[in-house]
């Protein structure tokens, strides 16, 4: 009896698995934070996913350790001991300032894909959750003011606003740096970094269009990929989800329409999928691309 139940258990988990591995698909979630925030980029994830069936996304990293410091270590030294510590930047704008500063700096993060709102001269939770993103992407301390050294930063990345950008009416986003990968052959190149996708064949740009990632629970993977399956009118088998024009290239990571990017723009985040906002983009990419050829996901 002990050896039929164990058979029988272990037949049991290998159907159970199979099921899930079977599961395709991803679909919208809120952001994490503050509104407005785009989602944090984490750690890359590793890219090798070999071509096949969708498959399930891959699993949420885990935790970083809390305490690197070995047991007994002794105490670093105070900053008075070494060096004096250096002066905090000014704040030049921070939560709850107003004026033509204010619009101008939204609209300067909007060219770089931080901002998705209309500039309002308002320094909000909206403008605070992407001043703290783009901040932690440079690498500097994710506070939501913008000091100093962030403006200057800002300044050296973006152009100065037209007066339709500061109306809302226009983003002028600098043109995305093509990856070196993408420059041979047919390519769907994808820039984390401006949060663009370009279509490329033999180097030249035929279109170029807006993307959502997945947010750091849920990151889109980066790498070199080729797309091996296309469906059009695909709907996800985990959260039951329209994915229009879906073009998968990494397990059940795929490039497809969004109409929940398409309201919410940067306020929201996929599951790991490759969004477009712009559907008749989408649609006319998705007769041009073939079956094979390649995916660049970068930053």
């Known amino acids: 009896m002990r050896r039929n139940h164990r058979t029988t258990l272990i037949a049991t988990t290998l159907t159970t698995t199979a099921v899930i591995a079977a599961a395709v698909g991803c679909g919208p979630q809120a952001a994490k934070g503050d509104a407005g925030a785009p989602a944090t980029p984490g750690s890359p994830t590793p890219s090798a996913s070999a071509p096949g069936s969708p498959s399930a996304s891959a699993s949420a990293p885990s935790s970083p350790s809390t305490d690197d410091k070995p047991a007994g270590s002794p105490a670093a030294p105070s900053a008075s001991a070494t060096t004096a510590a250096k002066p905090a930047p000014k704040v030049l704008m921070s939560n709850g300032s107003k004026g033509d500063r204010v619009k101008e700096l939204q609209a300067r993060l909007a060219q770089i894909g931080w901002f998705d709102d209309t500039p309002t001269g308002t320094y909000g939770a909206a403008t605070t959750a992407a001043v703290k993103g783009f901040q932690g992407r440079r690498g500097l301390p994710e506070t939501g003011a913008t000091d100093s050294v962030t403006w200057d930063k800002l300044l050296g990345m973006t152009t100065a606003p037209t007066a339709q950008e500061l109306a809302g009416r226009a983003v002028n986003k600098p043109v995305a740096k093509l990856d070196a990968r993408c420059m041979t052959g047919r390519a769907l190149c994808i820039s ?59 397990g059940g990571q795929a490039v497809h329409y969004s109409s929940d990017f398409a309201a919410r723009g940067y306020n929201g985040a996929s599951h790991g999928c490759v969004n477009v906002r712009d559907k008749a983009k989408i649609a006319a990419l998705f007769d041009q691309v073939h079956t094979g050829d390649k995916v660049v996901v970068y930053w």
Do not use: C, N
């Open 192 to 250: 984390k970094t401006s949060r663009t996708l370009s279509w490329v064949i033999d180097g030249k740009v035929q279109s170029t269009m807006d993307v959502r990632f997945g947010s750091q629970y849920t990151p889109t993977r980066e790498g070199v990929f080729k797309v091996f399956e296309k469906s059009r009118d695909h709907v996800s088998t985990i959260y039951h989800t329209a994915m229009p024009y879906a073009m998968f290239f990494s």
